[in-house]
Every structure is written in C-alpha cells, then in structure tokens.
C-alpha cells in the first residue's frame, strides 16, 4: 500500500524564522509529489516535483525532492503570520492517485 | 469565476438517509476526483474519475458511488448514511488525463454531518 509520512505534525513559530517541512513517501512506480498549503478551505496547489535535486521556488517557498531516499522538503523563508496552515504532501505511484500524508499544521505567532 | 465548486458546502442529516453531493468543474479538465478528510485532517482518495475509467479507492463502501452527467460533473451518493461518515468531503479535478500526475483543483468542500 502506498504511503506517506510527513513530519513533524505540527510546528509553532515566530514571524521571521525560517522552517522546513518534511515528506518521506513509499509508493510503487513513483511519478510525482505534490506540495499543498490548507488554510480554512481547500487545499491550494504549491509545487509539483518530479525530477531529483532541482530546486522548485516561489516566493518564500522553495522545495526540493530526493528520488534516492524518498523525500521532499518544503522550505519556507522569513515566515509570516499568512503562512500558518496545514501544508500537505501527496504522491503518485502507479495507482493513479494521489496519496496524502496527515500533513504538517504550521503556526506563525507575531 | 469559481474552478470548481461544490453544493452544499453544509449538510446535517440523520443516519440511514440518503444524500448526494454536487461538484462543478469550469476548468475543461478530463478527470475529476473526490476525497474524504476526517477530523484529524487526513485526506483520503475515495474515486478517481474521467470519461472512460473509474478507479475506486477499495476501502470506500459501496454506498458510496460516484455519478457523472458529463465531463464538466461529478456527483457523489450516499445510501444509507452512517455516523462515520462525518467529515469534509472535497472534490478536484486535473487535466492530462486519469494518471493523477498533474496539479489538482479543490473545491471548497463540503461538510456532512450525521446525526
């Protein structure tokens, strides 16, 4: 069965710091991880990673994927309030779906 | 414009009924999905959809089952309503075909409640 696990579970902060979230995945035949900001609602798209050891940025928000130990980071710079939210990773392997880790909560105090 | 959306965004209703679920999606993408997320926010794939496959997640009862008009919807039956099935449930959509390799649009969700 396909899995993945994200660590730590949650995380509180001060405006400033700098954070990196962490995504371990197992799945079989592999194609690509998905990085997710949830706030109140829906989940919103961040990054999508596919190849090994190229940096995706956007903003304060950078990640980067590792296919030989399966794992991703999500980096985030300077935090700010607006970044608390629960981040999720997902993959996709060869069942053609997305799995979801339980996700990280992050919390930025002023 | 809303990409996808979903209808109603509550519903409170009592065991055993049955209750159906909207979703739209305006983004002309080929597959559509629902996922269930419980009170510790875990979100879980229920169906995978597009106009020639459905993958089913086997863990999903069969109460549960997704009906699709055309491209653009994908609505999701409830038969016989359980306690358990108390949660939010989302509903995305992706181009590029079933593979689920592409970027996923959420909808907003929608939150059930049984009572």
């Known amino acids: 069965e396909d899995k993945v696990v994200q660590s730590p579970l949650s995380l509180v902060v001060h405006e400033g710091d700098t954070v990196t979230l962490n995504c371990s995945y197992e799945v079989t035949n592999f194609r690509s991880l998905l990085w997710y900001k949830q706030e109140k609602k829906a989940p919103t798209f961040l990054f999508m990673l596919t190849s090994s050891g190229i940096e995706k940025k956007s903003g304060r928000l950078s990640s980067i994927l590792d296919k030989k130990e399966l794992f991703s980071i999500l980096n985030i710079t300077a935090t700010q309030t607006g970044d608390s939210a629960v981040y999720l990773c997902?993959?996709?392997?060869?069942?053609?779906?997305?799995?979801f880790g339980s996700g990280t909560q992050l919390t930025v105090l002023p | 414009d809303t990409a996808v959306s979903q209808t109603p965004k509550y519903l409170v209703t009592q065991m055993g009924n049955d209750k159906s679920i909207k979703c739209e999606q305006n983004?002309?993408?080929?597959?559509m999905y629902w996922y269930k997320q419980d009170s510790k926010k875990f979100l879980k794939i229920m169906f995978s959809y597009n106009n020639k496959e459905l993958i089913i997640n086997e863990t999903v009862p069969n109460r549960f089952s997704p009906k699709s008009p055309d491209k653009a919807h994908l609505n999701l039956h409830i038969n016989s309503l359980e306690l358990g099935d108390s949660a939010v449930y989302f509903c995305a959509s992706s181009g590029g075909g079933i593979s689920g390799i592409y970027e996923q649009f959420f909808g907003p969700g929608t939150r059930l409640t049984v009572l």
């Open positions: 997902a993959a996709s392997g060869s069942a053609r779906q997305l799995t």
């Open positions: 983004l002309g993408h080929d597959t």
